[in-house]
T-cell receptor, first 114, second 119 residues
Framework: AQTVTQSQPEMSVQEAETVTLSCTYDTSENNYYLFWYKQPPSRQMILVIRQEAYKQQNATENRFSVNFQKAAKSFSLKISDSQLGDTAMYFCAFLTSGTYKYIFGTGTRLKVLA | GAGVSQTPSNKVTEKGKYVELRCDPISGHTALYWYRQSLGQGPEFLIYFQGTGAADDSGLPNDRFFAVRPEGSVSTLKIQRTERGDSAVYLC?????????????????FGEGSRLTVL
């Protein structure tokens, strides 16, 4: 069975600084997708960034980028130039290609300090 | 509407009562999911619909929980004889098709959730 582990329950970062959130996963599959979702206090989860396992190039979306290490089964999220609006819970998620059951980690609460 | 809509946003009920939580997915999304999120935890899978049928209900905790999607659009999660342990945020999400299918990002679109409090 697949598992997703986020070992940092809480983190904080100063505004404009860079922070990295960790995520590791366990799977025997070769084709899968990894996601980072953001859940602000309003509760609605939104997709931050997505990575296909078959792609070696790390995904980037503006200030958000990932460090995908397939052999190490690691998928960290880097937020550059942190903004107050980045304060939220961040969930790492895994999905085997061609299936529907997403597996979520327990989340990291990020607080951006002014 | 443009996004996934869930009602009610908050529901307070007494132990033993019956509750219904409604989800209106994004128009055209065939896949619909219900998740339960307890305080400080990640979403926990409950049930998945593909169209009108429940393709996988293995995450429903017991037979007090039931969900329907009669016309392949709106879904209702039904909880009978509620217990205090059922208190959580119930999230609904939809997507257009399975990840890996052509032109699909695999992205889930979530509603804001329904917070259920059982006294």
């Amino acid at each position: 069975a697949q598992t997703v582990t986020q070992s940092q329950p809480e983190m904080s970062v100063q505004e404009a600084e860079t922070v990295t959130l960790s995520c590791t996963y366990d799977t025997s599959e070769n084709n899968y997708y990894l996601f980072w979702y953001k859940q602000p206090p309003s509760r609605q989860m939104i997709l931050v960034i997505r990575q296909e396992a078959y792609k070696q190039q790390n995904a980037t979306e503006n200030r958000f980028s990932v460090n995908f290490q397939k052999a190490a089964k690691s998928f960290s999220l880097k937020i550059s130039d942190s903004q107050l609006g980045d304060t939220a819970m961040y969930f790492c998620a895994f999905l085997t290609s061609g299936t529907y059951k997403y597996i979520f980690g327990t989340g990291t609460r990020l607080k951006v300090l002014a | 509407g443009a996004g996934v809509s869930q009602t009610p946003s908050n529901k307070v009920t007494e132990k033993g009562k019956y509750v219904e939580l409604r989800c209106d997915p994004i128009s055209g999304h065939t896949a619909l999911y219900w998740y339960r999120q307890s305080l400080g935890q990640g979403p926990e899978f409950l049930i998945y619909f593909q169209g009108t049928g429940a393709a996988d209900d293995s995450g429903l905790p017991n037979d007090r929980f039931f969900a329907v999607r009669p016309e392949g659009s709106v879904s209702t999660l039904k909880i009978q004889r509620t217990e205090r342990g059922d208190s959580a945020v119930y999230l609904c999400a939809s997507s257009s098709r399975l990840a890996g299918a052509e032109s699909n990002t695999g992205e889930l679109f979530f509603g804001e959730g329904s917070r259920l409090t059982v006294l």
